[in-house]
């Protein structure tokens, strides 16, 4: 007794399970359906059985907000009929087999739950197959362009003011919002928070990194829009002051100018709004205020030796100050390093060394080859071959008397020149000359003019 017990608690689980299991492989239908307010749209459902076959039955329910009987349909291969309910209007139902429901006119009554069910004839001799469906629908309105408010709408300093920025659209539902800096994403922080849908950004304290320009974006299940740019403008600094100047060599917080220069010193430091700068110059133990504003003009050779002097930013809005101090030496500068050593970017050691090898190199070829081709031997041997092509154009005919030319000695002697007195053989062979002073000029003078006579006979 108690086996056919269990086994009829079996059966039934199992008939359960496959009754229960037996929608989804009959009917599918989607969950959750949004429409567009004013615009049709359709109830779709997708039947997995041949319904061209198979007689089935069923309706269509309103269930929320209240039960609300809809339309009820019968179809077999040989009839098909529909009885709607006319109470409710703007519903239609497709043309059978298709058992879709149709929204002609979405309004915000039509928005709610409804029902489908199917009784389904697969055997006539067994019972149909129930199956049940249900969805919501959504009539969603499109949104409007929002617009954004700022709280408070004066000016807004850093680390002190907060700020409220609310976007809200007039028209839409079940609106949600996020926010766009700079059309980067706003997210949550410990300075930044947000409401419940996104509609307000709450920043408190303001800081510099906040300033930009700011967009909300309303959006729904159907539509999207964004607002104008706000801009959000905050008073900070100053920040990174710094004194520079053009004529001047700088190293860390000393400045050198030459001698008898005008040097020009910019203050510069980043503020909103811009700061108020003052240039102090210490003189003794006290200090003393030289001028206004973030420009400078020094008379260099009014100065003594070495001076030191101050920079002082003051920011009207924020109370804030920042100040940098300074010494100016007046030396002589040579420009062409001054302006190495600060920009050192104008010579690389990488070009310092490469000109310096070519120099080199270019030396030692013009060495090389000043002792491969001494310039005052190649002159020489030019002179000698110009002379030598100048004696052969002009020659007298007398070219076996070059041998009596060269260095003769002069002697003097008191009586007849002996042939043996002579320094040169040429001497004896010269009938005309018998003085006794004889020369190397008269020597010479005596060469015969004659192209056929010759000097020794």
């Not at 996104?198 to 304290?205: A, E, H, Q, V, W």
């Not at 000043?370 to 071959?385: E, G, I």
């Amino acid at each position: 007794m108690e086996c056919v017990e269990v086994t009829m608690i079996l059966l039934i689980c199992s008939l359960f399970v496959i009754i229960s299991g037996s929608d989804p492989e009959y009917i599918r239908l989607q969950p959750t359906q949004h429409g567009r307010k004013g615009e049709s749209m359709n109830l779709r459902v997708e039947t997995l059985f041949n319904v061209k076959d198979v007689p089935f039955q069923g309706s269509w329910f309103k269930t929320r907000p209240k039960v609300t009987p809809l339309v009820t349909f019968q179809f077999s291969p040989s009839t098909t009929s529909s009885i709607p309910n006319l109470l409710v209007k703007n519903i239609t139902m497709q043309e059978l087999p298709d058992v879709s429901l149709r929204f002609v006119n979405l309004d915000e009554d039509t928005k709610g739950e409804y029902e489908l069910q199917v009784n389904i004839v697969f055997d006539e001799n067994a019972p149909p197959v129930s199956v049940t469906k249900t969805v919501t629908v959504t009539v969603s309105v499109p949104v409007s362009t929002p617009v954004i408010s700022k709280t408070p709408e004066s000016e807004l300093v850093e680390d002190r003011d907060n700020v409220t920025l609310t976007c809200s659209a007039l028209h839409g539902t079940e609106i949600r919002y996020k926010w766009l800096k700079d059309n980067m994403l706003v997210s949550p922080s410990d300075r930044h928070t947000f409401s419940e849908d996104n509609g307000t950004l709450f920043i408190n304290p303001v800081r510099k990194e906040d300033m930009g320009q700011y967009i909300c974006e309303a959006h729904n299940q159907i539509s999207s829009e964004q607002s104008q740019q706000t801009d959000l403008s905050v008073f900070y600094g100053p920040y990174n002051l710094a004194v520079n100047c053009d004529q001047a060599l700088k190293t860390e917080g000393v400045f050198t100018v030459n001698p008898g220069e005008l040097a020009f010193f910019e203050c510069n430091a980043d503020s909103n709004p811009p700061n108020t700068f003052l240039w102090i110059s210490k003189t003794g133990n006290g200090t003393e205020i030289v001028m206004t504003g973030p420009r400078l003009e020094v008379k260099t050779y009014e100065l003594p030796q070495g001076k030191e002097f101050l920079c002082r930013a003051f920011n009207n809005a924020t109370k804030k100050q920042d100040e940098t101090k300074f010494t100016l030496v007046v030396a002589r500068l040579h420009r062409g390093k001054a302006k190495f050593l600060q920009e050192g970017s104008v010579m690389s050691p990488l070009a310092l060394v490469t000109v310096t090898s070519v120099v080199i190199i270019v030396c030692m070829m013009f060495v090389l080859l000043r002792k491969s081709c001494h310039p005052k031997r190649v002159v020489k041997n030019f002179c000698r071959r110009t002379m030598t092509e100048q004696r052969g154009l002009h020659r007298s005919g007398h070219e076996s008397a070059t041998e009596d030319f060269g260095i003769y000695e002069f002697v003097s002697v008191g009586g007849k020149m002996e042939s043996t007195q002579a320094s040169c053989r040429s001497l004896t062979r010269l009938d005309s000359v018998r003085d006794l002073h004889t020369t190397i000029y008269d020597v010479i003078r005596h060469v015969p003019e004659t192209p056929t006579l010759s000097l020794l006979k």
